[in-house]
């Protein structure tokens, strides 16, 4: 039997075997609204769309509830649950996303309503067939998500000025690694945004706010607005 590939036993685990059957059906942990908590529109009121499934595992990820379960829904049924919020700005998130087929025709169909939409992403999948009316806000792995590996590089070339990129920091040796990135991809002239963001209770956000500071680091530090305000709690 061929040896599965990582994303391939992603798919095994979170959808018994393969995604959706068709890539009009997504299957989703929750949909609920609440204040953006970080990027570029933190604060703003928003409709959270929080996909099923992730192929990655970090070491400090908060949405492990979002790992399986969830319900399958149709695009027609998730887009009929967001118009009751009467909420014009849309993230879709997850888990990971991009992980689901159906979510490019899912942002697409978000795009042509006119929502203002932004999507948040590991950055370990290709953003290329994602519509450019869409922020896309994706991270990249540091060394100590334990995820670095997974960094699909390629994505650089993809983004535009519409998209954010986002470095959660664990250490001070992420900081470092972080801050030669931006240099060496050139990322500051890519993106709207790159936002540094402390991992909860790992790296003190006053200590990287003061590293910021010292070495003129051209990007935004962000703290995660709906963990000050609700403690990390699902459906905020
Ligand atoms: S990519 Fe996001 S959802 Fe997936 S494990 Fe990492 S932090 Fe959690």
């Known amino acids: ?14 959808f018994e ?3 959706p059957e068709t890539v009009m059906q997504l299957r989703i942990t929750e949909i609920f609204h609440s204040l953006q908590g970080e990027a570029r529109s933190v604060g703003l009121p928003t409709v ?6 992730c192929p990655l595992r970090c070491q400090y990820c908060d949405t492990a509830y979002a790992f399986s379960g969830g319900e399958l829904m149709t695009v027609n049924a998730i887009l009929s649950k967001i118009e009751t919020f009467a ?3 849309i993230c879709v998130t997850g888990g990971e996303p991009l992980a689901q087929p159906g979510c490019l025709s899912l942002l697409d169909q978000l795009c042509h309503l006119g929502f203002d939409v932004s999507l948040e992403t590991s950055g ?22 334990g995820e670095v590996h997974r960094n699909d590089w390629s994505n650089v070339d993809h983004l535009t000025p519409n998209d954010q990129i986002k470095f959660v920091l664990c250490s001070r040796q992420d900081y470092d690694w972080a801050r030669m990135r931006i240099d060496e991809k050139r990322l500051t002239e890519r993106v709207s945004d790159v936002l540094f963001s402390p991992s909860f209770e790992q790296l003190d956000a006053a200590v990287l706010a003061d590293w ?3 070495d003129r680091v051209p990007a935004r530090l962000q703290i995660q607005l709906h963990k000050l305000l609700w403690q990390d709690a699902p459906g905020h």
């Not at 039997?1 to 979170?14: A, G, V």
């Not at 370990?124 to 998500?145: G, M």
């Open 1 to 14: 039997m061929p040896r599965r590939s990582w994303l391939d036993s992603f798919y095994w685990r979170t």
């Open 17 to 19: 075997g393969s995604p």
């Open 48 to 53: 959270f769309v929080r996909l099923t499934g």
């Open 87 to 89: 909420c014009r700005r």
């Open 124 to 145: 370990a999948l290709s953003i290329a067939e994602v519509n450019q009316a869409v922020s896309r806000v994706v991270d990249i792995k540091t060394p100590d998500s």
């Open 212 to 214: 910021m500071l010292m």
